[in-house]
């Protein structure tokens, strides 16, 4: 199964790009996922959601929708993956809620975690509960064989991503995380479909399940290239109904 979406929905210029103009921002979500099956929850990184906004989320969107959620900040940038028992914990508790909604959590490791530090990365690994997890590396220097033994071990995936300029040792897990940053620069500048023509090659021709966000938000590229991509692997773009609530 191919996975194609974008690494958030509310950004205030994609009204007009994508949202009617006149379209409430409640209804959103509701719109973008007549377009993608699947969306990666940025919210879940910055901090913890209110259950009220997780049960928003389950119901605002069709059956056989997935949320692909970024693991908290709290556990990667400022714990630094130690003591996370408790705060996973939490977590979890909240973004379970969205039941058989819930795709693989991403944990996003910072750049200032620059060394790798293997104990500390399999004891997380050890405390995660069930369920897919990817982790995408900030640095170079975590591009070694034995984070991806270790990764393939506990069947997480190592987060395939343009901000480090190399691939992954190897691919782990039996199945794949793509993450689009953008082309000139941080979240911003297109890629178009000859860039993604080889994307979409390679992603067909892999037999795992795959999840790919455009995370190249400024201007609506990401919605663009999303669009392109799931053209290219040859799954229909559905038109959605641009009518607003409330209108006659």
Known sequence: MLWIGTSGFVYRDWRRLFYPERLPARAWLGYYAQVFRTCELNATFYRLPTPQAVDGWREGTPEGFLFACKGSRFLTHMKRLKEAGAGLRRYFDLVDRLGQKRGPVLWQLPPQMAKP???????FLEALPPGRHAFEFRTPDWYLDPVADLLDRHGAAFCEHDLVKRPPPRLTGGWRYLRFHGTTGKYQGRYGR?????VAANLTQWRGDAYAYFNNDWGGNAILDAMDLLDLAGQPVAAPERSVPGEA
Do not use: I
């Open 194 to 198: 000859r860039r993604l023509r080889k």
């Open 117 to 123: 530090d293997l104990p500390r990365l399999e004891a």
